[in-house]
């Protein structure tokens, strides 16, 4: 079994940045990538970033690129989400995932709730304007 736990999130203005971590423990050996998804109030659970923990490769939706960097320490017990330049529609409850998944991201993959049989509980981000 994996447990994760997300903090880091709060409110802030547009423009403003903040740094969500996520606390791995467990059987983190079982997994070989993990993601950050966002859901906000009546929209589907959004994958926007992710990161294979043995290379360290990273993936983004277009919605964040450019402005979110995901990363992880060098145990893999700890994985981090940058997030600069926030805008209004970034306000969401964000959550950490973990999975197995495939060697390639294809065609967005990497970014399917389905593909993650780890979560954490969510920890909410607002950007007011």
């Known amino acids: 079994e994996v447990q994760l736990a997300e903090s880091g999130g709060g409110s802030v203005q547009a423009g403003g940045s903040l740094r969500l971590s996520c606390q791995t423990s467990?059987?983190?050996?079982?997994?070989?990538?993990m993601a950050w998804f966002r859901q906000a109030p009546g929209k589907e659970r959004e994958g926007i970033a992710s990161?294979?923990?043995?290379?360290?490769?990273?993936y983004y939706s277009d919605s964040v690129k450019g402005r979110f960097t995901i990363s992880r320490d060098n145990a893999g017990t700890m994985l981090y989400l940058q997030m600069n330049s926030l805008k209004p529609e970034d306000t969401a409850m964000y959550y950490c995932?973990?999975?197995?998944?495939?060697?390639?991201?294809?065609?967005?993959?990497?970014?399917?709730?389905?593909?993650?049989?780890?979560w954490g509980q969510g920890t909410q981000v607002t950007v007011s304007s």
């Open positions: 467990g059987l983190i050996y079982t997994i070989n990538h």
């Open positions: 995932a973990a999975g197995f998944l495939p060697l390639n991201c294809y065609e967005g993959v990497c970014h399917r709730p389905d593909q993650y049989n780890h």
């Open positions: 990161i294979y923990t043995g290379s360290g490769r990273t």
